[in-house]
T-cell receptor, first 114, second 115 residues
Framework: AQSVTQPDIHITVSEGASLELRCNYS??????LFWYVQSPGQGLQLLLK??????LVQGIKGFEAEFKRSQSSFNLRKPSVHWSDAAEYFC????????????FGTGTQLKVEL | DAGVIQSPRHEVTEMGQEVTLRCKPI?????LFWYRQTMMRGLELLIY????????DSGMPEDRFSAKMPNASFSTLKIQPSEPRDSAVYFC?????????????FGEGSRLTVL
């Protein structure tokens, strides 16, 4: 079965600093990979996704992520964090033939210091 | 367009009572998912439907939980009897059935507290 690991439970960065959130997956074939963001009291919203092709994918709100097969990773990055980026971020994996059934990581809570 | 609509947003009940959570997916979406979110276990997929048919209910914790989708615009998740360990936020999400979209649209969740 596929799984996702987000090793960082909490991360704090200063506004304007760069950000990298880590995600590692386990799956025997090429997975479909996603990053979602959850603001307090809200549901999850898709930031970006990787299916195939270019391993560097761009998303909304200035986020990007890079798929590295050799490291089984799909880390999320942003060059300059804004205070409004404070939220919880979830990495997720889907599999071929799995419909839209996704397995989510446990999330990383991002705090932004002004 | 209206997003996924869940009700109630908050529910406080006593142990042993029946709880029914409701979801209206986005019109035109043919897949519907129920997730449960807790601090301890994160986001867990409970069940998902495709074209109103339950496809995978392996995440349903036990027989106390049941879900139905009588038509394309409505689904329920029922817990009977409820227990304190069922306290969580329950999310409903919908999507188009093909993974080439890969996007789940989530409702705002139903926060359940069982005393």
């Amino acid at each position: 079965a596929q799984s996702v690991t987000q090793p960082d439970i909490h991360i704090t960065v200063s506004e304007g600093a760069s950000l990298e959130l880590r995600c590692n997956y386990s799956y025997g074939a090429t997975p479909y990979l996603f990053w979602y963001v959850q603001s307090p009291g809200q549901g999850l919203q898709l930031l970006l996704k990787y299916f195939s092709g270019d391993t560097l994918v761009q998303g909304i709100k200035g986020f990007e992520a890079e798929f590295k097969r050799s490291q089984s990773s799909f880390n999320l990055r942003k060059p300059s964090v804004h205070w409004s980026d404070a939220a919880e971020y979830f990495c997720a994996v889907g599999i071929t033939g799995g419909g839209n059934k996704l397995t989510f990581g446990t999330g990383t809570q991002l705090k932004v210091e002004l | 367009d209206a997003g996924v609509i869940q009700s109630p947003r908050h529910e406080v009940t006593e142990m042993g009572q029946e709880v029914t959570l409701r979801c209206k997916p986005i019109s035109g979406h043919n897949s519907l998912f129920w997730y449960r979110q807790t601090m301890m276990r994160g986001l867990e997929l409970l069940i998902y439907f495709n074209n109103n048919v339950p496809i995978d209910d392996s995440g349903m914790p036990e027989d106390r939980f049941s879900a139905k989708m009588p038509n394309a615009s409505f689904s329920t998740l029922k817990i009977q009897p409820s227990e304190p360990r069922d306290s969580a936020v329950y999310f409903c999400a919908s999507s188009l059935g093909q993974l080439n979209t890969g996007e789940l649209f989530f409702g705002e969740g139903s926060r359940l507290t069982v005393l």
